[in-house]
Every structure is written in C-alpha cells, then in structure tokens.
C-alpha cells in the first residue's frame, strides 16, 4: 500500500498566497501609474518582473522621453525612442487607441542632425491624436532654430486633438504663412529666442489659446498680448527683455508678471481686461500714482492683487489702492513705499511685508479681515520708547480684525525701559502673543516681557523661542498664570543662567492690584468697536 503524504503546511501556505496573487491581479491603468511615478531606469526594470507589467508598460499611452536619465545617448537614445514607440504601435493595433502624451528632452546635435528624427516621433504622435506634446532642446551647439516652412507646424495644424504644446530651448523664426492650429488651448515657451513679429503671428495661429506662459524668453523688447480667448497669462522675464508689456485680451482672468531682480519691467497697458479678477506684479516699476491707479481703475472686477518687490514712486500724499471689488491684497518688500491709502470696502484679506509705513486710512471689511502682517524695523539704539509708540499706533488700524498675525524682526534688542508711564495705550484685542528670535539668548529678554504685557494686558498665551531657550505662558481669568520652558542648548552649565532668566520673567509678570484693576475691561471692550468678537486674534513677533 502506497501512503501519500500532504505537503508541508508551509508549502500549502505558499500555494495559497501564489493563487492569491494570481486571481487578483492589480488593474492596468494601476500598474501604468506606478510605473509612471518611477524613474526611468526602474520603470523598465519593473516592466520585466511579469507579463503583466510588461504588457502595461507597453500599452502605456503616456511617453517622456528625457537623455539625462537614460544611458542611451545621441543616435542610440533616438533609436531606443523609435524601438519603443514601434513596439506600442505593434501591441495596439486599434487605430482608435489614442496617445495621451509625448515629451522629449534630447541633445538635436551639431546643426540639427537629429531634428528630422524628432519630427518622426512628432508625426507618429499627431497620426494618434495625442493631447500633449513638450519638446525640448538639450543641445549646447544648436540653438534649435524652428522656422514656419518647417513640417512641424503642419503636423500641429493637422492634429485636432492637440491641446497643450510646450517648447523648451528653441528659437522660432515665424511668418505670416504660419498654418492655423485650432486645437491648441495652452502654450507654453521657455527659453525661447523669438521676435515681436513672430511672436505676433504665433498668438494669431492659435485661435483658441486660453493660457500662455512665456518664461526666459528674449529677442523682444516689448511683450505684446492680443489674444481673445485668452484667460490666464504667465510671463516671467529678465535682463533687458520685455520691460513693457501690453495686454489685450478681453477674456483674461489672471495675469501674473514677474521679472529677475536686477531688471525692473513695467505694465503699460491693460486694454480690454475688464474681467481680470487675479493679478501678480513682481519687481515692477510705477513711475507715478496715477499710472498705478490707471491700472487699477482699468480692471473693475479684481478681486486678488500681489505686489512684491514693486517700486512705487510716491506723490506727496502717498500711494493710493482703491477699489470696491478688491477682496485679497498682498504687498510684500515694497520698502519705497512709506505712505499709503487704503480704501477697499470689500476686502478680506491683508498680508503686509516691509517697513512700518503711515497708513492714512484704511477702508476694509469690518469684523470679516484676516490680517497678516511682517515689518522690518531698523537697529534701536535707545529708541525703545518710540519703537513700542509705532508698534502701538500700527497695529491701531487693524482693531477691527477678526484675526491678526504679526512678525517682526529688528536689528539689535530693545533695552529695559526706564520709564513704563511713557508707554502707549493697551491694546486691549490681542489674546495670543508669540515671539521668536534665533539671535538672541533668552537672559537679553528678560526685561522686556513686563513692558509688553503692559501694552498688550489681555493676552491669554504668551509663547518666546529664543536661540538657548523656549517658554509658553498661560493665563486664566483672574490673570494667574502657568509656564513651563525647554532648554534648546546641548551644554548642560547653560541651564542655570537660562533658569535664572525664567525666573526674571516670572517675576516681571507678577500683577499689582493697580494693574488688575487696569485690565478689568467691559464685555463691550472685548468684543471690539463694533460689537464683533476678536477673541481668536493671534499676534507673533519675530526678532532677527
């Protein structure tokens, strides 16, 4: 008699784990994202793990094709390009199966050689309706020069399902016998060489273009848009390239111009843009107010202005922003800018960066802004007094906030003061006071926290971080407080002077009966001017 004898129970266990494997395979739109996500080299690797994920990879519809990250390099990596798009078009037979991506960052060699084998792949990808085609030129000794007898713009004409062109390190030389391409919605050019006039006939090939980014490019001195359908403009320029630009584009919705540090542009006309709603300027020049308010008063539904880095170039009353739709402004390191007006009855939020600036008046949404503010203050030197008068009649115009934040960061540290009844009035809204310095050490600030209590008397947490130290305090409502502190220093003997400075600060925060009387405030002083609840200000000062 002939005994059979079960397999080991581990090896039932790996029966059951491969027919598991096997009877849920992973879908194949899954397994192309994964191989997507990883780099090329890996990608290929993972594809021969299985039959499965070979056929995924093949089957993919989305090419990036980039020499940096391949080993194969001139012919080679073009003939590696040519093997896999045949080996796609082999394993989809269906002419129906559309190409959803080709992007191509390669080396066209010395005087093109290589450019007639990019128009084949451009031609193999429009043939099956492809939707996004990004190509880009890595040579150091061919400038990629395109012109528009090429048979490239043909095949753009031709595919109708072309919705994205990108060109990257080109210089386009372009006539008034540019063929039309319908299809194009978003245009994309970096670093490429083209005139005004071809640029012009570019915009009028594309009927249809809704976005166009224009980053790096040169050969122009002014940027001309006129684009009808067009709804959000991207130009980032620098050096002496484009430093005026005009706009006509009726339907332009967010227009964002920014230039290099060292080359200041300026926004000439904004014709036609009556429905801009989000505009950007980065390091621009306003040579006079009314210039900047012409631009403004051009644009009668903007609801988000940024300007950063702008120079204003002030009137004897100062820079006006007015508008009545305005409901976001942003002015970062504006620092010629030392006067100003706000009137923006609507307006929701306000982020300020720069020096302490005179606001003479201030129109927004009372009770509804959130308020985020950074200045910059030069070095003290005896001035603490006045410093802490600015600081109070800054923050004066901000009471009716819902929420407030504020940084600050000064050169040098206030001293004690010598004299507390030369301190401004309380500003009774704040609740949540944070200050941080990565400067100084915690012992330089041990005579400050009294005087800024008194200043601010209702704040309810009181956090500092400091370069050796980090202390919270809490108070409760009869003003009795809790804290605790972290040393931030790796040596050990510090830990008594930093010890000594907390105590210093606990002692300075003790209240007499004369100020617990002076912070018993009314309901009324809590809740504001106008009746609306401040209890979740937040306010940090920041010390460099």
């Given at each position: 008699m002939i005994h059979h004898r079960s397999p080991?129970?581990?090896?039932?266990?790996?029966?059951?784990?491969?027919?598991?494997?096997?009877?849920?395979?992973?879908p194949e739109p899954l397994i192309q994202t994964i191989l997507k996500l990883l780099p090329p080299k890996d990608a290929i690797r993972a594809s021969l793990t299985s039959k499965l994920w070979r056929s995924a990879w093949i089957a993919s519809p989305l090419f990036e094709f980039d020499e940096q990250t391949l080993p194969f390099k001139q012919a080679d990596f073009y003939d590696y390009v040519d093997r896999t798009l045949a080996l796609w078009l082999n394993h989809c037979?269906?002419?129906?199966?559309?190409?959803?991506?080709?992007?191509?960052?390669?080396?066209?060699?010395?005087?093109?050689?290589?450019?007639?084998r990019l128009i084949e792949f451009v031609s193999i990808a429009t043939n099956r309706n492809v939707k996004i085609i990004q190509l880009q030129n890595r040579s150091k000794v061919y400038s990629g020069m395109i012109s528009s007898n090429d048979s490239l713009w043909s095949l753009f004409s031709a595919c109708k399902s072309l919705d994205v062109l990108s060109m990257n390190c080109f210089e386009l030389s372009l006539g008034n016998s540019l063929p039309v391409i319908s299809s194009v919605k978003k245009l994309h050019l970096s670093c490429v060489g083209i005139d005004e006039s071809s640029l012009k006939n570019?915009?009028?090939?594309?009927?249809?273009?809704?976005?166009?980014?224009?980053?790096?490019?040169?050969?122009?001195?002014?940027?001309?848009?006129?684009?009808?359908?067009?709804?959000?403009?991207?130009?980032?320029?620098?050096?002496?390239?484009?430093?005026?630009?005009?706009?006509?584009?009726?339907?332009?919705?967010?227009?964002?111009?920014?230039?290099?540090?060292?080359?200041?542009?300026?926004?000439?006309v904004l014709k036609n843009c009556k429905f801009l709603k989000s505009m950007i300027i980065e390091n621009t020049t306003f040579h006079t107010a009314d210039e900047f308010e012409e631009c403004l008063s051009q644009i009668p539904f903007l609801e988000y202005l940024n300007l950063e880095c702008c120079h204003m170039v002030e009137e004897k009353e100062g820079v006006?922003?007015?508008?009545?739709?305005?409901?976001?402004?942003?002015?970062?390191?504006?620092?010629?800018?030392?006067?100003?007006?706000?009137n923006t009855p609507n307006l929701r939020f306000f982020e300020y960066s720069g020096a302490v600036i005179t606001l003479f008046k201030f129109g927004y949404c009372s009770g509804k802004l959130n308020a985020k503010i950074e200045l910059y203050t030069g070095y003290l030197d005896g001035t603490e007094w006045f410093w802490f008068v600015k600081l109070r009649n800054f923050v004066e115009i901000l009471t009716d906030c819902e929420v407030l934040s504020m940084a600050l960061h000064i050169e040098g540290f206030p001293e004690e003061l010598r004299n507390n009844d030369m301190l401004p009035d309380p500003f009774f809204e704040l609740r949540h006071l944070n200050i941080s310095s990565s400067r100084y050490l915690i012992s330089q600030y041990a005579n400050f926290f009294d005087p800024l209590v008194k200043i601010f008397p209702c704040v309810e947490t009181l956090k500092m971080k400091t370069r050796d130290c980090a202390i919270s305090i809490e108070f409760d409502e009869d003003r009795d407080f809790t804290y605790n502190w972290k040393s931030?220093?790796?040596?050990?003997?510090?830990?008594?002077?930093?010890?000594?400075?907390?105590?210093?600060?606990?002692?300075?925060?003790?209240?007499?009966?004369?100020?617990?009387?002076?912070?018993?405030?009314?309901e009324m002083d809590v809740r504001g001017r106008n009746g609306v609840n401040i209890s979740n200000l937040h306010f940090g000062l920041e010390f460099k």
């Open positions: 080991p129970r581990r090896w039932r266990r790996r029966r059951r784990r491969r027919r598991t494997i096997t009877d849920h395979p992973l037979d269906d002419h129906t199966l559309k190409m959803e991506k080709l992007s191509l960052c390669s080396d066209l060699g010395k005087d093109g050689i290589f450019f007639p570019l915009l009028s090939s594309l009927p249809l273009l809704e976005e166009l980014e224009v980053v790096f490019c040169f050969r122009f001195t002014e940027l001309l848009i006129s684009c009808p359908k067009l709804k959000i403009l991207v130009a980032n320029m620098f050096g002496n390239t484009a430093k005026y630009i005009s706009i006509d584009a009726m339907n332009l919705q967010s227009f964002t111009y920014i230039r290099s540090l060292n080359s200041r542009g300026s926004v000439r006006q922003i007015s508008h009545s739709n305005l409901k976001s402004l942003v002015v970062r390191r504006c620092f010629s800018l030392h006067k100003a007006e706000f931030l220093t790796s040596a050990s003997n510090n830990d008594d002077h930093i010890k000594e400075s907390v105590e210093a600060i606990v002692n300075s925060l003790s209240y007499s009966e004369e100020q617990n009387s002076a912070n018993e405030y009314s």
